[in-house]
C-alpha cells in the first residue's frame, strides 16, 4: 500500500493527471498533495538567517545581540533593528546559534522566549588566549506572537562580526 502510493505521488509530481494540474514548490509556500485527504495542501515557509554585520564588545549581561545583516528572512519573522524574531504561526521552531569570541574573550549566550531563558550557550577559552567558536541548537514549541532573541545572560560578551548568527525555521 505505501509503495503504490508512493510511486503515485512521484509519478504525479512529474506528470500530473490533467494538463492543468500543477505542483508549485517556493520558498514562501510549500505547495504539496495530502494522500489521506486527497487534496492539495499549502504550507507557509517560516525560516530566518542572520549574522552580526560588525565585532561587538562588552554587551552586558541581560542585553540582546542584534544580528543586523539577514541572509534569509521568509515569513518576514526577524527584525534586523532590535534583534527580536516574532513567531508567525504557532508550532514547533528549530533555532541555532554560532558564537566566536575573540582571541582570551567569552560570550555567555542565551535562546530568550518572551523574556525568559530557554537554553544556554557557553563560549570560554580565556587561558590559551585563543579564538573560541561554539554552536547551540535547540527546539521550542512556540504560540504566534511569542518573541525570541539571542540574550547575554552574563556579560560582558564579546563576539565577531559574520562568523557570529543565529537562525531558526518551523518545523
Same mark, same amino acid.
Given at each position: 500500500? *505505501?509503495?503504490?502510493?508512493?510511486?503515485?505521488?512521484?509519478?504525479?509530481?512529474?506528470?500530473?493527471?490533467? !494538463?492543468? @494540474? +500543477?505542483?508549485?514548490?517556493?520558498?514562501?509556500?510549500?505547495?504539496?498533495?495530502?494522500?489521506?485527504?486527497?487534496?492539495?495542501? @499549502?504550507?507557509?515557509?517560516?525560516?530566518?538567517?542572520? +549574522?552580526? &554585520?560588525?565585532?561587538?564588545?562588552?554587551?552586558?549581561?541581560?542585553?540582546?545581540?542584534?544580528?543586523?545583516?539577514?541572509?534569509? &528572512? @521568509?515569513?518576514?519573522?526577524?527584525?534586523?533593528?532590535?534583534?527580536?524574531?516574532?513567531?508567525?504561526?504557532?508550532?514547533?521552531?528549530?533555532?541555532?546559534?554560532?558564537?566566536?569570541?575573540?582571541?582570551?574573550?567569552?560570550?555567555?549566550?542565551?535562546?530568550?522566549? &518572551?523574556?525568559?531563558?530557554? !537554553?544556554? &550557550? *557557553?563560549?570560554?577559552?580565556?587561558?590559551?588566549?585563543?579564538?573560541?567558536?561554539?554552536?547551540?541548537?535547540?527546539?521550542?514549541?512556540?504560540?504566534?506572537?511569542?518573541?525570541?532573541?539571542?540574550?547575554? *545572560?552574563?556579560?560582558?560578551?564579546?563576539?565577531?562580526?559574520?562568523?557570529?548568527?543565529?537562525?531558526?525555521?518551523?518545523?
Amino acid at each position: 500500500m *505505501y509503495v503504490y502510493e508512493t510511486c503515485i505521488l512521484f509519478k504525479f509530481m512529474i506528470k500530473p493527471l490533467h !494538463s492543468n @494540474e +500543477r505542483i508549485h514548490i517556493s520558498f514562501e509556500t510549500l505547495r504539496y498533495f495530502d494522500w489521506m485527504s486527497f487534496s492539495f495542501l @499549502e504550507k507557509k515557509v517560516v525560516a530566518f538567517d542572520v +549574522r552580526l &554585520n560588525h565585532h561587538v564588545t562588552n554587551i552586558a549581561t541581560n542585553g540582546r545581540v542584534v544580528f543586523g545583516t539577514v541572509d534569509l &528572512n @521568509e515569513g518576514k519573522g526577524y527584525d534586523p533593528s532590535t534583534g527580536i524574531f516574532t513567531a508567525p504561526a504557532s508550532g514547533m521552531y528549530v533555532f541555532d546559534w554560532t558564537t566566536l569570541t575573540p582571541r582570551g574573550k567569552y560570550a555567555f549566550t542565551s535562546l530568550v522566549v &518572551n523574556g525568559k531563558i530557554k !537554553s544556554w &550557550n *557557553y563560549c570560554n577559552d580565556t587561558i590559551s588566549k585563543a579564538h573560541q567558536i561554539c554552536s547551540k541548537m535547540t527546539v521550542v514549541k512556540l504560540k504566534r506572537g511569542d518573541k525570541i532573541s539571542i540574550g547575554v *545572560y552574563s556579560g560582558p560578551a564579546n563576539m565577531q562580526s559574520q562568523f557570529t548568527s543565529f537562525s531558526g525555521y518551523k518545523l
